[in-house]
T-cell receptor
Framework: DAKTTQPPSMDCAEGRAANLPCNHSTISGNEYVYWYRQIHSQGPQYIIHGLKNNETNEMASLIITEDRKSSTLILPHATLRDTAVYYCIVRGIAAGNKLTFGGGTRVLVKP | DAGVTQSPTHLIKTRGQQVTLRCSPKSGHDTVSWYQQALGQGPQFIFQYYEEEERQRGNFPDRFSGHQFPNYSSELNVNALLLGDSALYLC?????????????????FGPGTRLTVT
């Protein structure tokens, strides 16, 4: 699976949009970009995933660049409950069920 | 709809002992994966079970073994515990990729079991 690079931490103001970047320059054509988050002392929670088109669900939006070498997770209106570690993961069929977690981005939403 | 459940929530063991952790997958899921998460680190894949067989394995020694039952629940066994085995052990369930013909699906994680080895 392609390696991902994320900033180690970032702060966000409550009510504002949070934009979380992820670089995955070695991604291959059949690999998906996944985002999970982990709130303190809980198991990781699935947020969203995509292949090449932008995706949106009730939690977030995922913007993937045209060359697919980077992506951005957008939390449209951050709340204090969005404080968590956010993981960007690239996974292809060869990986099967295996998710390879990196260090993630520790997001602190401030009032 | 019950999510992924794990037991126990916390466990304290002594070096050299053996431990068994349990996981029940989300309703409708039949594939279970186990992860180890050391303090301050991201989760590391241990192995995956489907149809009562180990299908994939990460870089973990043979001291780590597992089992899946006909009802899809799973156990993780760790023998000869070391201090370094202290971690949060996470279980995740999903539909098998073969049933969907792709890798485009999410996995659901349980709350984890916190194991402390003294």
């Amino acid at each position: 699976d392609a390696k991902t690079t994320q900033p180690p931490s970032m702060d966000c103001a409550e009510g504002r949009a949070a934009n979380l970047p992820c670089n995955h320059s070695t991604i291959s054509g059949n690999e998906y970009v996944y985002w999970y988050r982990q709130i303190h002392s809980q198991g990781p929670q699935y947020i969203i995933h995509g292949l090449k088109n932008n995706e949106t669900n009730e939690m977030a939006s995922l913007i993937i660049t045209e060359d697919r070498k980077s992506s951005t997770l957008i939390l449209p209106h951050a709340t204090l409950r969005d404080t968590a570690v956010y993981y960007c993961i690239v996974r292809g069929i060869a990986a099967g069920n295996k998710l390879t977690f990196g260090g993630g981005t520790r997001v602190l939403v401030k009032p | 709809d019950a999510g992924v459940t794990q037991s126990p929530t916390h466990l304290i063991k002594t070096r050299g002992q053996q431990v068994t952790l349990r996981c029940s997958p989300k309703s409708g899921h039949d594939t279970v994966s186990w992860y180890q998460q050391a303090l301050g680190q991201g989760p590391q894949f241990i192995f995956q079970y489907y149809e009562e067989e180990e299908r994939q394995r990460g870089n973990f020694p043979d001291r780590f073994s597992g089992h899946q039952f006909p009802n899809y629940s799973s156990e993780l066994n760790v023998n000869a515990l070391l201090l370094g085995d202290s971690a949060l052990y996470l279980c995740a369930s999903s539909l098998p990729e073969s049933s969907l013909g792709s890798v485009s699906y999410e996995q659901y994680f349980g709350p984890g079991t916190r194991l402390t080895v003294t």
